[in-house]
C-alpha cells in the first residue's frame, strides 16, 4: 500500500542568476513498512526533500501525498494538525525545548493536540529508549545521545505512519549511532512505520532496504539493497 | 576605529530595532535629568529676576565712600559695573498725611544706577541732570501730597539733628532708617533738620515705590541724576557693585576689599545672592542642595536600573561574537571595551535629543503654567524656561554616571565570556528543573500553551523579574499620583464647599448705632444692585452660650461629656438675623410662618439642626446638634464684667433646618455648636436683653457670574469711599487652590508620564528580546504541529502572566500609597477613603496593552520566519 508519493517536486531559491535548483522535478512513491535511506554529497538537496516531505517547508511545485493527502494543498492550520498526527521528525541538532523536562518534550505532539498519551505505549517507549530515570530531566542535563533519543520519542508518540529523520545520528558517536539506529529499525519492524532516514554513512544506508541517491537536485540512483 | 569598536559599531547596526530603543530609553532619561536642571534653572532664574525688580541688581553695596575709594572698588578684579549713588538731604514735606514720613529724601544716582536699581517708571522719563528728579508714587497714595510730572519743587536740604542733644543722627545726619522721632506720651516732636542747601528741582517722572527704603523710614525718597564729578564729599555716597564672578567666596573677598579700603559699612544684596546658590548660611545651601541631589538620585536609580538592563540583554546576544574575538586573542579589557564603547556611542546620540525635548518640554510646560503660577506665588515676571552651562554640565554629567553604572556588570560579564563559551553555545544563564516547576493546576487551567506561557516567563528569572518591576513602578506611581490629585480635589471642594458663595462683605456694627448700620447698609444695597449679581445676601451676626438641658442633647453629645453635674451643657451658637425675604424662605423651608419671627418676646428662632465632631471615645459623629421635641426652651448665658455668669433671656425653637441656608454657615468639629436663624427685629429684642451694646457682624454674600470682576469693583468702592468692609473673595481662593493643584498635576504626571514611557520602552525591550531569543524553538513548536492559534495563545497567555503579575506586587502597593497620602489629606477634612477607580482601570489596560503590544510586535516577526530557515541559521 503506497504510503508517500511525490510528483515532479522542485524547490528553486532566488531569481535569476543567483537561481539555485534545490530539486529538480523529483518523483518517487514509497510503500508502507519501508525503510528508505536517502544519501547524497553536500547541498544536493536532500535535506531540502525531507524537509518538503515533513511538511515544514514548502516546494515550489510538485504534489506530496501522504497517505492519500495532498499536504500542500491544506491551509497552514491544518498542515501544523496533520504534522502533529501524521509526521515525526528528526532533527540532527535535536531541537527540544529547553523549558520542558524529557517527558515533557516526548508528550510534545499529543499535548499541542489536546490529547491525552496512552500510558501503556508511552512506558513502552520510555523503556526502548532508556530514558526511564530521566523523565523529569531537563535536556540541558542530557547528553547528546540522550536529546536525540527524547527526539525520538517525541517522533514515535503520535505513531506516525510516516518517520522522517535528517542524519539523525551525524552529531553521535558510534556506540550511541548505533543504538539509535536500532531504535529506528525497531520501530519500523515492529508497529509497520515507514522509516525515511538522510544519511551519510554508508553502514546505515545498507541497514535500509532502498537506497535514493541524490545528485544536483535529481535521484541519481532507487535502489533495493539485496542481503 | 579600533576593530572591536567597528565591531559594536556593526552589531549596533544590525540590531537597530533594539539600539533605537534603548536610545529611546536613555533620550527619555536624558529628558527627565534635563527637566530638572532646566526646571530649578528657570526657578532661580525667575526669582533672581524676580529679586532684581524689587531690590535692583548689584550683590555688594559699599557705603560711605570716597573718590578715591570708589576708583579703588572700580578698579577690583571682580567688579562687573559700578553703581554710585549720594544720599544729598532731606526735605520737608509740606502737607505729609503721614507723621510718620515728614520729608522727602533726594538721592543722586549715577546713569547706571537709575538703569539697575529697582526703579520702574508709571509715567514721565528718568532725570537727566542733577535738577531733574524722579519721584515714587507712595508720596501720593501714602503721604497724600499729588505732584505731577513737570512741577517745580523747591527744596530746603537738610540733615536730621536730635533736638535736645544737638546731635546729628547717623551717617552725618544722612539716616534715613532711623524713625520719626515723636514722643508717644506728649506727642512732641525730637529732631529737626540743619540746613545744607536750597535746591530746585523739576520732577520729570514717577515711578513705582522701590525696594530701597523700609516702610518705616521718615523720608520719602526721590532720586535725580548723580554727577560723579560733583561728589559732595560727605562721604555719603554708596559703590554698588555688580560683581563679575558669583561665587561663595564673595563674602568674604568683599570684605577684604572693605577692610584693605577702609570702607567698613556694607551691605550685600541676599536674597539675590541666594538664587545663585551664594550664601552665608550654610544650612540654607545644605538644604537646596539635599533637595536636588534627592530627586536627582531618584531619577538616577530608576534610569539606571532600566538602561542596565538594556546593555544586559546586548551583551548576551552579542556572547558569540566576543567568544570568537576571544578565540583570536581579545583580551579581557578589549571586551569589556566593546560594551563601554556600546554606551558611549548611545549616550553621544541620546544626550543631545534628549536636552533638546528636555527644552522643548519646559518651555511647553513653563508656558501654559506661566500665568497660573503668577498668580499663585504672586510674581509678575514670566516663567521662561533657562539653560546654563552648569544646566547642560550637570545633565551630561548625570546622564553619563547612569550610563556607567548601567554598562559596569554587562561590561564584567562581557569580559568573562571565553572562547569555549561560544564554541559550545551555551546560555549565558542556565535553567534548572526547579526554576521552570509549574503547579498542575496551570496545564488545566491555562492549558498546555498556559503552562508553556508560565515556564517560558519563569525560565530567566531577571528578564521576568525586569519586567514585572517595570509594570509594577508605573502602576503604582500612576495611581498614588492619581490619588494624591483626587485627594486634594476633595479636600479643595469640602474646604471651599463651606463657602456658598463667591464673595462676602465683611463689616462690623453696633445695633444701636444707625449711622454706621445704615452706612453698610446703604453700601450692600448698592453692591446689590451691580452687574453680575445673581444671588445676594445680607446677615447679620452674633456669637452667643446657650445652656441646653441634657434631655435634649443626642447622646454622642452625653458621651462627650458636654453635659455638667447640673444636668446642662454649654453649646456655642452662631445666631443670624436675615432680611424678611430670606428668612421667609427659610421659615416656609422648616413648615413654620414667617409671622412668627414678629413675636419679639419668645424671641423664636430656627435651629438649624446639624452638627459633628468627636466624641470622648474618640468615634466621629455626625448628625443632629439637638433632640428638639417642638418649642424647646433655650438659656442664654452670659458672662457680666466680673465674670459671673447669668441667664439672661431665653430662645424658642420654633422649628429645625437640616442645612444652612444661603448667606449662613455653621462651626464644624464641635459636637456642642449650631447655627439659629431669625428675625432681624428679634437679633435687636435679644440684643437689648443680652448685650446691649456689642458689636454685630454685618455681612453680604453674593453669587456672580463673574466673582473677580465685581470684586475688583467692590474692591474700588471699598477704598475710595475708606468704608470699614472687609471682602473676602472665596471664589478666588478656589481658583488659586485649583491652579495649585494643576501646577503640582503638570509637574507629577509629567514625572508619571517619563518614567512610565521609560518603563514602557524597557518592557519593550525586554519582552521582544525574550520572544526573540526563542526563534527556533518557536519554530522547534511549529514543525511538531503548533498551530498559529496556539502560538498566539501561548503569546496572550504570557502578556496575561506578565500583566498579572505586575497588577500583584502593584496594585496592593498602590492601594497602600494611596492610603498613607488618604491619612494625610483627612487630618484637615473628614471624608471616606476612596480609590480612583478610573486611573486604576486605565493603568491596568495600560500595562496590559504595552505588553500585549509587544508581544503581538516580537510573534508577528517570528511568524514570518520559514520553519527550516530558522533551525538551519541558529545551527550553523
Not at chain 2, 262 to 272: A, C, R
Request: one cysteine or more; a negative charge.
Amino acid at each position: 500500500m503506497e504510503i508517500l508519493r511525490v510528483e515532479q517536486l522542485s524547490k528553486i531559491y532566488g531569481t535569476g542568476e543567483n537561481q539555485v535548483v534545490a530539486l529538480d522535478s523529483v518523483s518517487f512513491s514509497v510503500q508502507r513498512g519501508e525503510f528508505v535511506a536517502i544519501t547524497g554529497p553536500s547541498g544536493s538537496g536532500k535535506s531540502t526533500l525531507l524537509h518538503i516531505l515533513g511538511g515544514v517547508d514548502t516546494p515550489t511545485s510538485g504534489r506530496v501525498m501522504i497517505d492519500g493527502t495532498d499536504i500542500y494543498s491544506l491551509n497552514e492550520n491544518n498542515l501544523a494538525v496533520f504534522r502533529r498526527r501524521h509526521i515525526g521528525l528528526i532533527y540532527q541538532f535535536y531541537n527540544l525545548i529547553p523549558v520542558l523536562n524529557v517527558e515533557e518534550n516526548i508528550n510534545l505532539p499529543l499535548l499541542l493536540d489536546g490529547r491525552k498519551e496512552d500510558p501503556a505505549y508511552f512506558k513502552e517507549i520510555v523503556r526502548s529508549l532508556g530514558l526511564g530515570d530521566r523523565l523529569k530531566y531537563l535536556p540541558n542535563q542530557l547528553s547528546g545521545g540522550q536529546q536525540q533519543r527524547v527526539s525520538i520519542g517525541r517522533a514515535l508518540i503520535n505513531r506516525p505512519a510516516l518517520i522522517l529523520a535528517d542524519e539523525p545520528t551525524g552529531n553521535l558517536d558510534s556506540k550511541n549511532s548505533g543504538e539509535i539506529m536500532q531504535l529506528l529499525r525497531h520501530s519500523n519492524e515492529t508497529y509497520n512505520q515507514t522509516l525515511i532516514v538522510i544519511t551519510h554513512d554508508e553502514k546505515i544506508a545498507l541497514q535500509a532496504g532502498r537506497i535514493i541517491s541524490i545528485e544536483d537536485g535529481r535521484i541519481a540512483r532507487d535502489e533495493v539493497v539485496h542481503r | 576605529m579600533k576593530i572591536i569598536n567597528r565591531l559594536t559599531l556593526r552589531c549596533l547596526q544590525l540590531n537597530k530595532r533594539r539600539t533605537l530603543v534603548t536610545v529611546i530609553g536613555v533620550i527619555l532619561s536624558v529628558t527627565m535629568l534635563g527637566a530638572v536642571s532646566i526646571g530649578l534653572t528657570s526657578f532661580t532664574d525667575l526669582m533672581r529676576r524676580h529679586t532684581i525688580t524689587s531690590t535692583g541688581e548689584w550683590h555688594v553695596r559699599y557705603e560711605g565712600v570716597n573718590k578715591k575709594q570708589i576708583d579703588a572698588i572700580r578698579q577690583d578684579f571682580n567688579t562687573r559695573e559700578l553703581l554710585l549713588s549720594e544720599d544729598l538731604g532731606f526735605s520737608p514735606l509740606k502737607g505729609s498725611q503721614n507723621e510718620y514720613k515728614p520729608y522727602l529724601f533726594l538721592s543722586g544716582l549715577s546713569q547706571s544706577a537709575l538703569e539697575k536699581l529697582p526703579i520702574h517708571l508709571l509715567e514721565g522719563r528718568l532725570p537727566q541732570n542733577e535738577n531733574e528728579v524722579v519721584i515714587s508714587s507712595h508720596i501720593k497714595t501714602n503721604g497724600g501730597v499729588d505732584y505731577q510730572v513737570g512741577d517745580v519743587l523747591d527744596l530746603h536740604l537738610g540733615k536730621r539733628v536730635w533736638t535736645d542733644e544737638e546731635v546729628e543722627f547717623g551717617k552725618n545726619g544722612l539716616d534715613n532708617t532711623t524713625l520719626f522721632q515723636i514722643d508717644e506720651e506728649t506727642g512732641n516732636i525730637k529732631e529737626r533738620l540743619e540746613s545744607i542747601r536750597e535746591k530746585q528741582v523739576t520732577v520729570v517722572g514717577i515711578c513705582e515705590r522701590t525696594g530701597l527704603e523700609d516702610y518705616s523710614a521718615p523720608g520719602y525718597r526721590i532720586f535725580s541724576l548723580l554727577d560723579e564729578e560733583t561728589l559732595s564729599g560727605y562721604s555719603s555716597a554708596s559703590a554698588w557693585v555688580i560683581s563679575r564672578y558669583v561665587s561663595n567666596g564673595l563674602y568674604q573677598s568683599a570684605e577684604e576689599l572693605g577692610n584693605e579700603l577702609g570702607v567698613h559699612e556694607m551691605d550685600f544684596n541676599d536674597t539675590l545672592l541666594e538664587y545663585y546658590g551664594v550664601t552665608d548660611n550654610p544650612y540654607l545651601r545644605t538644604m537646596l542642595l539635599s533637595v536636588v541631589t534627592a530627586v536627582l538620585t531618584i531619577i538616577v536609580i530608576g534610569s539606571v536600573s532600566l538602561i542596565y538592563n538594556a546593555f544586559s540583554i546586548s551583551v548576551s546576544e552579542r556572547s558569540r561574537w566576543l567568544g570568537m574575538v576571544a578565540s583570536v586573542g581579545a583580551t579581557r579589557s578589549q571586551k569589556r571595551s566593546s560594551v563601554l564603547f556600546e554606551g558611549i556611542l548611545i549616550g553621544a546620540v541620546s544626550i543631545p535629543f534628549g536636552l533638546l525635548f528636555a527644552f522643548i518640554g519646559m518651555e511647553i510646560t513653563f508656558w501654559c503654567i506661566s500665568p497660573m503660577f503668577g498668580n499663585v506665588f504672586g510674581i509678575e515676571e514670566p516663567l521662561q524656561a533657562a539653560v546654563s552651562w552648569e544646566t547642560v554640565l550637570l545633565t551630561v554629567g548625570m546622564t553619563a554616571l547612569t550610563i556607567w553604572l548601567s554598562t559596569r556588570a554587562p561590561a564584567r560579564r562581557a569580559s568573562r565570556i571565553s572562547p569555549i563559551d561560544a564554541i559550545r553555545q551555551t546560555k549565558d544563564v542556565r535553567i534548572k528543573p526547579r526554576q521552570v516547576r509549574t503547579a498542575k493546576l496551570t496545564r488545566r487551567l491555562l492549558g498546555f500553551e498556559g503552562d508553556l506561557a508560565l515556564k517560558n516567563l519563569k525560565r530567566n528569572k531577571k528578564r521576568y523579574r525586569t519586567t514585572v518591576f517595570s509594570i509594577a513602578l508605573s502602576v503604582i506611581l500612576f495611581i498614588s499620583v492619581s490619588s494624591l490629585m483626587s485627594y486634594a480635589q476633595t479636600s479643595i471642594t469640602l474646604r471651599m464647599g463651606e463657602y456658598s458663595y463667591d464673595l462676602q462683605l465683611n463689616g462690623n456694627c453696633l445695633l444701636s448705632d444707625a449711622e454706621s448700620k445704615n452706612g453698610l447698609l446703604s453700601f450692600y444695597g448698592r453692591a446689590a444692585a451691580m452687574n453680575g449679581i445673581q444671588e445676594s445676601a445680607v446677615t447679620y451676626s452674633t456669637s452667643i452660650d446657650l445652656l441646653v438641658p441634657a434631655e435634649l442633647m443626642p447622646e454622642a453629645a452625653v458621651d462627650a461629656g458636654i453635659a455638667d453635674k447640673s444636668g446642662q451643657g454649654r453649646y456655642l451658637v452662631t445666631l443670624y438675623a436675615m432680611e424678611d425675604a430670606a428668612l421667609e424662605r427659610a421659615a416656609r423651608a422648616a413648615g413654620v410662618s414667617p409671622e412668627a419671627f414678629r413675636d419679639t418676646a419668645s424671641l423664636p428662632v430656627l435651629v438649624v439642626n446639624a452638627a459633628d465632631g468627636w466624641t470622648a471615645e474618640n468615634k466621629r459623629y455626625t448628625g443632629k446638634a439637638l433632640d428638639l421635641r417642638g418649642g424647646d426652651r433655650l438659656k442664654v448665658s452670659r458672662y457680666d464684667e466680673q465674670g459671673n455668669e447669668s441667664i439672661v433671656c431665653e430662645l424658642t425653637a420654633a422649628g429645625e433646618l437640616s442645612e444652612c441656608p444661603f448667606g449662613t454657615s455653621r462651626m464644624r468639629e464641635a459636637i456642642n455648636a449650631f447655627t439659629v436663624i431669625t428675625s432681624v427685629d428679634v437679633l435687636e429684642a435679644l440684643a437689648v436683653k443680652a448685650a446691649p451694646d456689642s458689636a454685630v457682624s454685618c455681612d453680604m454674600v453674593i453669587k456672580s457670574s463673574d466673582p473677580n470682576t465685581l470684586a475688583e469693583e467692590l474692591q474700588a468702592v471699598i477704598e475710595e469711599e475708606e468704608l470699614p468692609v472687609y471682602l473676602h473673595n472665596a471664589y478666588a481662593d478656589y481658583q488659586e487652590e485649583q491652579q495649585t493643584k494643576t501646577i503640582y498635576a503638570v509637574f507629577l504626571y509629567g514625572f508619571v508620564c517619563l518614567i512610565s514611557l521609560i518603563c514602557a520602552a524597557n518592557i519593550f525591550n525586554t519582552v521582544s528580546t525574550g520572544v526573540a531569543l526563542r526563534r527556533r524553538e518557536v519554530a522547534m513548536l511549529r514543525s511538531v504541529g503548533m498551530t498559529k492559534k496556539q502560538f498566539h495563545k501561548m503569546l496572550r497567555l504570557e502578556t496575561l502572566l506578565y500583566g498579572l503579575k505586575g497588577m500583584l506586587y502593584g496594585l496592593p502597593a498602590a492601594v497602600l500609597v494611596s492610603w498613607v497620602l488618604y491619612q494625610a489629606f483627612r487630618s484637615g477634612f473628614e471624608f471616606p477613603f476612596a480609590l480612583p477607580w478610573r486611573e486604576i482601570l486605565l493603568a491596568v489596560i495600560a500595562a496590559f496593552a504595552v505588553v500585549g503590544v509587544t508581544m503581538l510586535y516580537a510573534g508577528n516577526r517570528l511568524k514570518r520566519d520559514g520553519i527550516i530557515d530558522t533551525l538551519r541559521q541558529e545551527n550553523i
